[in-house]
């Protein structure tokens, strides 16, 4: 590697609490280092970043464009400062907006890449659909060094027969719905579209709710104003605050508060009920 870029992140930032749970096929994070692969003009480079004690962003990489990727993966310029100033007296995230301000979601190198992660976790949960999710990557994208794998894109998906996905273990209707989306969409593009274009755009296609739309805005275009709607978790949440079955359109009520940071809600309510950070208090709504 014979690049080398630092950055003092714009906010708080903590790389240990973003990159926590990042590991999958294309990246681990071991030892307070995330290792990603990148394909970068017809080649496989890897990238590393860690943070120093004074909060500064190292990343060492083999040229400057798979540096640059790596700075918008671990999204350090997106200052979310006015979110944690914003849920600091918050009745449910009052205590994460302290144990917690550092936390940015780490994000995937290809919009496909999150098409496939909403895919593989439609209905089912976590750990099953990283599994999925890690069997169609290691699968169809190419190798490179420390046996990590490049992100899917769009023509390799879309360049798909449906049986061939379903034969890794992904539901025909999915596998079908995520081949046909990348056959008729430059995935990609979206990130020159504005988040409310996006999702009208992709509310056009069968297979895809509103999860789905909040796991490629927040994962595959770096959004922060679409939630995990309908997420497990958060029903899993909601049942708690409410005593009784929800369904899972119900968690929009738990993200309306949030505004344009109802994506960055989502995540830090499954990290803070995760941690046993919420209170649930008077903010359980009847």
Not at 98 to 118: D, F, M, S, Y
Not at 126 to 137: D, G, H, S, W
Not at 203 to 211: A, D, F, I, K, Y
Request: hydrophobic share 45%; aromatic share 6%; proline share 5%.
């Amino acid at each position: 590697m014979s690049f080398r870029l630092e950055a003092r992140p714009s906010g708080p930032y903590s790389l240990a609490l973003s990159a926590r749970f990042a590991s999958d096929p294309t990246r681990t994070f071991r030892d307070g280092v995330l290792t990603q692969a990148l394909a970068v003009d017809g080649r496989i480079e890897l990238a590393r970043a860690w943070q120093t004690p004074d909060g500064t962003l190292s990343i060492q990489a083999g040229s400057p464009a798979s540096a640059e990727r790596m700075r918008w993966l671990l999204a350090i310029d997106d200052d979310h400062s006015a979110f944690i100033d914003r849920i600091r007296g918050d009745a449910l995230l009052g205590r994460a907006s302290l144990e917690l301000r550092g936390l940015r979601p780490v994000r995937v190198p290809t919009v496909a890449h999150a098409l496939l992660r909403a895919f593989c976790g439609q209905l089912i949960e976590a750990k099953r659909a990283r599994r999925l999710e890690q069997t169609i990557v290691r699968a169809l994208c190419a190798e490179g060094p420390e046996r990590l794998h490049v992100a899917p894109t769009s023509r390799e998906l879309g360049s798909l027969a449906p049986s061939q996905l379903r034969a890794l273990g992904l539901h025909a209707r999915r596998s079908a719905a995520l081949v046909r989306i990348c056959r008729s969409l430059d995935l990609e593009r979206l990130h020159d579209r504005p988040t409310s274009a996006v999702v009208e755009r992709l509310n056009r296609e069968r297979g895809l709710g509103p999860w789905s739309l909040g796991v490629v805005c927040l994962q595959g275009l770096g959004r922060y104003d679409h939630g995990l709607v309908g997420d497990l978790g958060l029903i899993k949440l909601l049942r708690a605050m409410r005593g009784r079955l929800v369904e899972g359109w119900e968690t929009a009520e738990l993200l309306e508060p949030y505004g344009e940071w109802a994506g960055l809600a989502s995540v830090y309510l499954l990290a803070a009920h995760a941690r046993g950070l919420l209170t649930f208090g008077s903010a359980a709504a009847a």
